[in-house]
């Protein structure tokens, strides 16, 4: 018989064996977490000051995979569905319906319907001077997954407006958008340093399939040269425009890849026409002569560009490729003369600068240094105009969107635009040349270029919106409104972990659920 002591003693051993035989259920658990956690830090080269996709210019919202619009540009630059599964309209572009998908929540469990979007759609119209004049929306009706709008004029290419990030579709109730957007992505936020990093995590629940990563940081430095040594260091899994000097010691690293492809943004010259002096077209074409793009292209854009000829990318059907090129001192000197501008022997007087009406010809230049080939391309400019006669002094600003529409103090802004995000000239158009324009930072006014614009905006007929826009872009570069200098490729470079990383040439789209590294 086994006394009370011996049996005791003899289930303490069982116990024991069994927990130390069995397996141990919360280290499988951690241990195949380890192989399904995974993460990557991307490192952008602009800052965002907030997170609220409907007001924020760098659009951090989408690019992290935490709002999604209705429509979406593909990679060949096609609108496709998003959110929304189809559309139609019945009046050539006056009334839309869009049926929203089904069984899309947002990231905090609350079900997507017309309403939802609608609502919406309507703060973007009300915190957003650009957006409200892009859509030119009169009425929305939601009912059920159906959402029906009716613009003030017909549009018959209204649905690539709701490809722009700025008409994200978030949860407008809750009450931290600008840290905390509620959206339908992959991605949902923790937390966000303003100015600093986004840090981010899968959404479980997420409409589009799988996210194959678990977490994400999308991090900011304009500093190109740090951004490059964040790589180099493995604080960066991936890094957006690297300085283009960088790219052959990046190429010549096997733990490495680097990849160009053509962008739909194009660098460009502004003239502010509230200046007396650049009021002038042979003022501006001047100015323009001093651009000698292919040098531009060669030596400070490592031959990761193309010389522009215009606003859009030369194979766009809508794109005017007629303008010629003319460059140097030799032809500036013409158009100042043309001018009224004093000029003696061919050579500037007084002082060595250009005079008209005992007025010096001196200019202010604004750009921003987040693209570091910009202030490269104003001390070109800076360099060529000295040697015409023409004074020019480069101010560096941290936010150019907001200097040059709400400032007048500038004469020349050195820029950079997504011009054909949607393969469509029309939102480029509108938003810079028509009067109140919410990027027409030149003050534009031009009642010719406008009818075309406005005819542009009301043709169905795509030969005919072609036609149309090659004849307003023709008019822009013949009049110099903007002088358009280079077609930037978009360099990204990567860790060789990362997979399926994709450049999307409208640069909308970056933390996707399709992002991944190997372990």
Same mark, same amino acid.
């Given at each position: 018989?086994?006394?009370? !002591? %011996?049996?005791?003693?003899?289930?303490?051993?069982?116990?024991?064996?069994?927990?130390?035989?069995?397996?141990?259920?919360?280290?499988?658990?951690?241990?195949?977490?380890?192989?399904?956690?995974?993460?990557?830090?991307?490192?952008?080269?602009?800052?965002?000051?907030?997170?609220?996709?409907? @007001?924020?210019?760098?659009?951090?919202?989408?690019?992290?995979?935490?709002?999604?619009?209705?429509?979406?540009?593909?990679?060949?630059?096609?609108?496709?569905?998003?959110?929304?599964?189809?559309?139609?309209? %019945?009046?050539?572009?006056?009334?839309?319906?869009?049926?929203?998908?089904? $069984?899309?929540?947002?990231? $905090?469990?609350?079900?997507?319907?017309?309403?939802?979007?609608?609502?919406?759609?309507?703060?973007?119209?009300?915190?957003?001077?650009?957006?409200?004049? =892009?859509?030119?929306?009169?009425? *929305?009706? =939601?009912?059920?997954?159906?959402?029906?709008?009716?613009? !003030?004029?017909? *549009?018959?290419? #209204?649905?690539?407006?709701?490809?722009?990030?700025?008409?994200?579709?978030?949860?407008?109730?809750?009450? /931290?958008? =600008?840290?905390?957007?509620?959206?339908?992505?992959?991605?949902?936020?923790?937390?966000?340093?303003?100015?600093?990093?986004?840090?981010?995590?899968?959404?479980?629940?997420?409409? &589009?399939?799988?996210?194959?990563?678990?977490?994400?940081?999308?991090?900011?430095?304009?500093?190109?040269?740090?951004?490059?040594?964040?790589?180099?260091?493995?604080?960066?899994?991936?890094?957006?425009?690297?300085?283009?000097? /960088?790219? /052959?010691?990046?190429?010549?690293?096997?733990?490495?890849?680097?990849?160009?492809?053509?962008?739909?943004?194009?660098?460009?010259?502004?003239?502010?026409?509230?200046?007396?002096?650049? %009021?002038?077209?042979?003022?501006?074409?001047?100015?323009?002569?001093?651009? &000698?793009?292919?040098?531009?292209?060669?030596?400070?854009?490592? &031959?990761?560009?193309?010389?522009?000829?215009?606003? #859009?990318?030369?194979?766009?059907?809508?794109?005017?490729?007629?303008?010629?090129?003319? %460059?140097?001192?030799?032809?500036?000197? !013409?158009?100042?003369?043309?001018?009224?501008?004093?000029?003696? &022997?061919?050579?500037?007087?007084?002082?060595?600068?250009?005079?008209?009406?005992?007025?010096?010809?001196?200019?202010?230049?604004?750009?921003?240094?987040?693209?570091?080939?910009?202030?490269?391309?104003?001390?070109?400019?800076? /360099?060529?105009?000295?040697?015409?006669?023409?004074?020019?002094?480069?101010?560096?600003?941290?936010?150019?969107?907001?200097?040059?529409?709400?400032?007048?103090?500038?004469?020349?802004?050195?820029?950079?635009?997504?011009?054909?995000?949607?393969?469509?000239?029309?939102?480029?158009?509108?938003? $810079?040349?028509?009067?109140?324009?919410?990027?027409?930072?030149?003050?534009?006014?031009?009642?010719?270029?406008?009818?075309?614009?406005?005819?542009?905006?009301?043709?169905?007929?795509?030969?005919?919106?072609?036609?149309?826009?090659?004849? =307003?872009?023709?008019?822009?570069?013949?009049? *110099?409104?903007?002088?358009?200098?280079?077609?930037?490729?978009?360099?990204?470079?990567?860790?060789?972990?990362?997979?399926?990383?994709? @450049?999307?040439?409208?640069?909308?789209? *970056?933390?996707?659920?399709?992002?991944?590294?190997?372990?």
């Amino acid at each position: 018989m086994i006394n009370n !002591k %011996k049996l005791v003693s003899m289930i303490f051993l069982v116990l024991l064996c069994l927990t130390a035989c069995a397996p141990n259920e919360e280290s499988i658990s951690i241990k195949e977490r380890k192989k399904t956690d995974k993460s990557v830090t991307f490192l952008f080269n602009f800052t965002s000051a907030t997170l609220d996709p409907h @007001t924020d210019d760098n659009y951090t919202a989408v690019r992290a995979g935490v709002g999604e619009t209705l429509v979406k540009i593909s990679n060949d630059l096609k609108i496709k569905p998003w959110l929304a599964e189809k559309w139609e309209t %019945k009046d050539n572009g006056l009334t839309w319906t869009f049926t929203i998908r089904k $069984n899309i929540t947002f990231q $905090n469990g609350k079900a997507l319907d017309a309403n939802a979007v609608k609502s919406s759609l309507q703060r973007t119209i009300d915190q957003s001077y650009a957006m409200k004049n =892009a859509l030119n929306i009169k009425e *929305m009706k =939601a009912n059920g997954h159906a959402l029906t709008i009716t613009l !003030k004029e017909p *549009m018959p290419k #209204f649905p690539s407006e709701l490809v722009h990030p700025n008409t994200a579709i978030i949860d407008v109730d809750v009450s /931290s958008i =600008a840290k905390k957007p509620i959206g339908t992505g992959p991605f949902h936020v923790l937390t966000f340093d303003q100015g600093n990093q986004v840090k981010l995590e899968r959404y479980e629940h997420y409409w &589009n399939g799988k996210v194959k990563l678990k977490n994400a940081i999308f991090a900011f430095n304009e500093d190109a040269n740090a951004r490059v040594a964040a790589l180099q260091s493995g604080t960066a899994d991936i890094i957006y425009r690297p300085p283009l000097e /960088s790219l /052959s010691t990046l190429q010549a690293n096997s733990s490495f890849k680097v990849r160009g492809v053509p962008s739909v943004r194009t660098h460009l010259l502004l003239y502010n026409q509230t200046n007396d002096a650049l %009021k002038d077209e042979t003022v501006r074409k001047a100015i323009d002569t001093l651009l &000698n793009r292919k040098e531009i292209v060669s030596s400070i854009m490592n &031959n990761q560009a193309a010389a522009a000829r215009g606003p #859009f990318l030369p194979q766009f059907p809508f794109a005017d490729n007629t303008a010629s090129e003319t %460059k140097g001192i030799a032809y500036a000197k !013409k158009y100042l003369e043309k001018a009224g501008y004093q000029l003696k &022997n061919g050579k500037v007087i007084k002082n060595g600068k250009v005079i008209k009406n005992g007025k010096p010809l001196s200019l202010s230049l604004v750009t921003y240094s987040s693209l570091p080939e910009l202030p490269l391309i104003a001390q070109l400019i800076q /360099s060529n105009a000295k040697e015409l006669g023409i004074n020019i002094k480069i101010h560096l600003v941290e936010d150019s969107d907001e200097y040059v529409m709400a400032k007048d103090d500038w004469d020349l802004a050195l820029y950079s635009l997504i011009t054909a995000p949607r393969g469509d000239a029309s939102y480029y158009l509108s938003t $810079n040349y028509l009067p109140g324009g919410g990027l027409n930072a030149s003050r534009i006014n031009d009642d010719t270029l406008t009818k075309m614009i406005e005819q542009l905006n009301s043709t169905v007929d795509d030969a005919k919106r072609d036609q149309l826009a090659k004849q =307003a872009t023709a008019l822009i570069n013949g009049e *110099m409104l903007t002088s358009s200098i280079v077609h930037p490729n978009i360099v990204v470079a990567y860790n060789q972990k990362v997979k399926n990383w994709t @450049t999307n040439p409208s640069e909308y789209y *970056m933390l996707t659920q399709h992002l991944d590294v190997t372990p």
